[in-house]
């Protein structure tokens, strides 16, 4: 993103967007926000919207973990505008904000429709986070019955290799554990992500 020749390229928005994502998987938030608006302003009004997938995804996931999620819902599903294969999850990540936020009937339904696109992709680690997202949207209530969900999350995302979405869901599982009294398999959990967020780079987890 920093280099000169980037400056006439014709590719500078989709550069300047995937180099957010970088930052905000390494922590690095306001930079990662920096970047995806350098994107935008590099695309114009008139951008294909494909090519600013990862500057929204960015935006999206700087808001949901500064606690801004009515910000992160609009920008995971600006994220999946024009492109199909990413429609599902964006879908399912703005359902994650919508929840989060406690608007329960509009996750429901973001989810719901999440779930039909993923579906039809055949995604195995859009479907994975799919069901953490289940297990998320149950965990308020009643937190045993989001275990399940958890468990087909870690399992599905470890089928097709999908760390992130297994790391998330695994710290998901730990914490539900950790409130239903099985505090011996939390800690296990919670010993094992350590090592895996600190292997995989991956800071801000």
């Given amino acids: 993103a920093a280099d000169p020749a ?24 306001d930079r990662a926000v920096d970047l ?25 996931s ?38 989060y936020g406690g608007d329960r009937a509009d996750a429901r339904d973001l989810l719901d429709h999440a779930r039909v696109g993923i579906a039809r992709s055949g995604c195995c680690s859009h479907a994975a986070f799919a069901a953490y997202v289940e297990g998320e949207m149950l965990a308020t209530d009643r937190v045993e019955d989001s275990i399940p969900h958890y468990l087909e999350a870690v399992a599905e995302a470890r089928r097709c290799g999908a760390v992130f979405v297994e790391g998330v869901a695994s710290v998901a599982l730990a914490s539900a554990r950790t409130r239903t009294g099985d505090v011996a398999g939390a800690a296990e959990g919670f010993r094992g992500l350590l090592d895996s967020w600190q292997r995989t780079g991956h800071t801000t987890q």
């Fill in 62 to 99: 700087v808001a949901h973990f500064r606690g801004d999620f009515a910000a992160a819902r609009d920008a995971w599903l600006r994220s999946g505008a024009g492109r199909s294969a990413e429609a599902g999850v964006s879908m399912a990540s703005a359902a994650l904000a919508a929840a």
């Fill in 6 to 29: 980037l400056a006439a390229h014709p590719e500078r928005p989709a550069v300047l967007a995937s180099a957010a994502d970088g930052a905000r998987l390494l922590g690095e938030l």
């Fill in 36 to 60: 995806a608006e350098r994107a935008l302003d590099a695309a114009g009004p008139d951008h294909d919207g494909s090519r600013l997938h990862h500057a929204w995804l960015a935006l999206g």
